[in-house]
């Protein structure tokens, strides 16, 4: 199959890109470079030994976008990734991410439609349940108020689409990403990053690497065993798995016009949770120190998977300590070591 991946040399589209490659599967990647690197294209063809198709392409032009679908008219599905992601950028710059990652999405719809090409996959994110009334949180829980505009762009995202498939002949798989952690075995495809990290576990990697003295550990006053927060963390190759199971999926059953999937392991792990695992797989003591709470963090979120395990077929597989061990090698590779 010939599939247009948007953002597909970001973090979770690089890897999901190998995967679709490795089965065989023609990706079409376009990405604006303005979050990524376009190094990941030579990562990506070392990995599978084949360099994919790239376009640079600036989604919120429609008429690049237009010229795309021109060019590769056969495209048998979408997977939208593309997006601006950091959380507090979002806060600072609310209107550059409200017009970008809906803007973006509203002209691939566009271009879709009028293209015949019918099957998106959709990137979402468990940051749409907000602080859930109940754990584990399922797909049906309520969509509570976006603590966040880029939240906020993958709740309105989230709408567009269902008002999409109601009235054109698209079909969409909605998948709500609870936390994607770790890398790819080789370590030449993780997250990058330009700066400081956005995340908890590179801030554990760089801890124990030496470029930071401590890991500030956000409250250990919240109502959870050890009164850190819990999430859902989950190896970033089951989430690009998880894509393939959507895509296939669309393709057998024509009667689902929409549907939506927790992509998670079901297991709500605590901060201090993951500093020992880390500890565990690698041997290395982290430094942290206990810091007041963070602005707008929810205590507690972890996914009912049972739905994806059922209708998608699909199960997280990989471990707490294979998470760590890659997010280790990725962290080693990014300085340079072997
Ligand atoms: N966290 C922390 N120290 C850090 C970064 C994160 O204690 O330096 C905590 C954060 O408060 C949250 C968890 O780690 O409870 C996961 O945070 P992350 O930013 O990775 O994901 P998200 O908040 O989006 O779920």
Not at 12 to 31: A, F
Not at 205 to 231: M, S, V, W
Not at 254 to 262: H, M, P, Q
Request: proline share 4%; with cysteine.
């Amino acid at each position: 199959m010939k599939i247009l991946v948007t953002g597909g040399i970001g973090y979770i589209g690089s890897h999901t890109v190998v995967e679709l490659m490795n089965l065989g599967h023609i990706p079409i990647i376009i990405d604006n470079l303005v979050n990524s690197d376009i190094e990941v294209l030579d990562r990506i063809e070392k990995i599978t030994g084949k360099r994919p198709i790239f376009e640079k392409v600036e989604m919120c032009n429609f008429d690049e976008m237009h010229r795309l679908f021109e060019k590769y008219p056969d495209i048998d599905a979408v997977i939208h990734f593309a997006a601006l992601l950091l959380v507090e950028e979002s806060v600072e710059e609310p209107l550059i991410y409200y017009y970008n990652n809906l803007t973006s999405t509203i002209n691939l719809l566009q271009c879709m439609a009028e293209f015949n090409i019918n099957k998106i996959v959709f990137s979402s994110s468990c940051t749409v349940y907000g602080e859930p009334d109940n754990l584990p949180v399922d797909e049906f829980a309520p969509i509570k108020p976006a603590m966040s505009p880029y939240g906020n762009t993958k709740k309105i995202c989230e709408d567009i689409l269902t008002d999409t498939v109601k009235a054109t002949d698209i079909r969409c798989i909605m998948l709500r990403y609870f936390n994607p952690i770790g890398a790819h075995e080789t370590a030449l495809i993780g997250e990058f990053q330009d700066g400081p990290p956005h995340h908890l576990i590179p801030y554990i990697t760089e801890t124990a690497f030496g470029k930071r003295e401590k890991l500030r550990i956000f409250g250990n006053d919240y109502n959870t065993p050890d009164g850190t927060c819990l999430r859902d963390y989950i190896h970033v190759v089951d989430i690009a798995i998880a894509h393939i199971a959507a895509i296939e999926r669309m393709m057998k059953n024509t009667d689902k016009n929409i549907e939506v999937f927790n992509l998670g392991t079901g297991i709500g792990y605590s901060v201090l949770d993951m500093v020992n695992a880390f500890e565990t797989a690698t041997g290395i003591k982290i430094n942290y120190e206990i810091v007041p709470r963070r602005a707008g963090d929810v205590e507690a979120v972890y996914a009912d998977t049972h739905r994806a395990n059922t209708e998608l077929n699909w199960k997280a597989e990989r471990t707490l300590e294979e998470m760590m061990r890659s997010a280790w090698k990725w962290e080693k590779a990014l300085a340079g070591e072997k």
